[in-house]
């Protein structure tokens, strides 16, 4: 009995040093970043004083100088213009978060767009993103991929007139399954022999990057499971539960073309789980069928109207340019566009 009270006290010991440590982490990061953010902020006036670029230009070729001779590294001319930059998109010192550190923030300076920015910060912050993760979320357009998943299926329910699926979360399926899932951490090259089990086992093995691509809420369930009824054996691919949505999530990976037999096989995955799975307080399951490519028709006359339960993404095995990425864009929203125009006509 002492051995197991000496244990809690331990424990307690060692949260409290490891808080210490993490908020003295935070608060050193902290500090650096409002100090760069204070050099941008004396940069900026100094240039409105100024008005003359060659001026400022040679005042931050000195500055670079001074500094690096005075502090080390990190005072390059380039790192002077972040600080600069830094300071006029977030002009407010109090507006920042402190639990980013300046090299989340030099990631952020990329992002042009204010709603993506604020986006990362509060994801950032949630979900304590590494900086590493950071990069690949920008890199794989993650703000941009859910946006427009989200977008095309807003509007095709209120084409429909239907609403989100009602859950106890504040949030529905549609808001964070993203189209497509970028996979490029696997390492595999589409172009050679792939098959099915290849990408399940290279998802498996990176799994923790896999569910960070995901989303919010998701953990780990199992592997090919088993589900068996009338003699006959059927198989998932992967199954995940979603502390958010409150539901579990089916995920089938499919090698080629999305079929409506892939839809139909998938709904009745949800529909076993439904029956004989759920748990009391969960909502509907999800199933997610992964292909490497699909048309809009086959998922739209497959699925009935006011489907919620069932979603057919593309995934690609690399990071897409972001030319390639407007492009697909753009190439769905015309498909959108002329669906609603039939609708119209009809």
Not at 101 to 122: C, D, G, M, P
Not at 139 to 149: D, Q
Not at 177 to 199: A, N, R, T
Request: one cysteine or more; charged letters at 30%; glycine letters at 4%.
């Amino acid at each position: 009995m002492e051995n197991d009270a000496d244990d809690i006290v331990y424990e307690n010991i060692k949260y409290v040093l490891d808080s210490a440590r993490k908020n003295i982490n935070y608060t050193i990061n902290f500090s650096m970043v409002g100090a760069y953010w204070n050099v941008g902020k004396i940069i900026v006036e100094t240039q409105n004083e100024r008005e003359d670029p060659i001026a400022i230009d040679f005042l931050i070729k000195n500055l670079s100088l001074k500094l690096t001779n005075d502090y080390g590294k990190g005072f390059e001319q380039s790192n002077l213009r972040r600080m600069r930059q830094f300071y006029l998109l977030f002009p407010a010192l109090d507006s920042l978060n402190p639990a980013l550190s300046w090299t989340h923030y030099r990631f952020l300076l990329k992002v042009e767009n204010e709603s993506a920015r604020q986006f990362y910060i509060s994801e950032c912050a949630e979900n304590n993103w590494s900086t590493r993760e950071l990069e690949r979320q920008i890199n794989s357009f993650y703000y941009e991929r859910l946006l427009s998943s989200q977008k095309r299926k807003s509007s095709a329910k209120s084409k429909n007139k239907k609403t989100k699926s009602k859950t106890n979360s504040s949030i529905a399926p549609e808001d964070i399954i993203k189209d497509p899932f970028v996979l490029e951490f696997l390492g595999l090259d589409q172009s050679g022999s792939l098959y099915e089990k290849d990408l399940e086992k290279a998802l498996i093995d990176h799994l923790q990057t896999f569910l960070l691509e995901l989303g919010k809420g998701y953990s780990f369930v199992s592997r090919q499971k088993r589900l068996s009824f009338d003699g006959e054996h059927f198989y998932i691919d992967l199954v995940f539960y979603n502390y958010i949505l409150k539901c579990f999530v089916l995920i089938d990976l499919k090698m080629g073309k999305l079929t409506h037999q892939d839809l139909g096989q998938m709904q009745m995955y949800v529909h076993y789980f439904t029956r004989e799975m759920m748990n009391e307080g969960d909502n509907l399951p999800i199933g997610i069928v992964l292909c490497a490519d699909k048309t809009d028709a086959v998922v739209k006359y497959t699925l009935p109207e006011d489907n919620s339960q069932i979603y057919a993404s593309k995934y690609k095995l690399y990071l897409p340019t972001e030319e390639e990425f407007k492009n697909e864009i753009k190439s769905k929203r015309r498909i959108l566009e002329l669906n609603q125009d039939a609708e119209t006509i009809s």
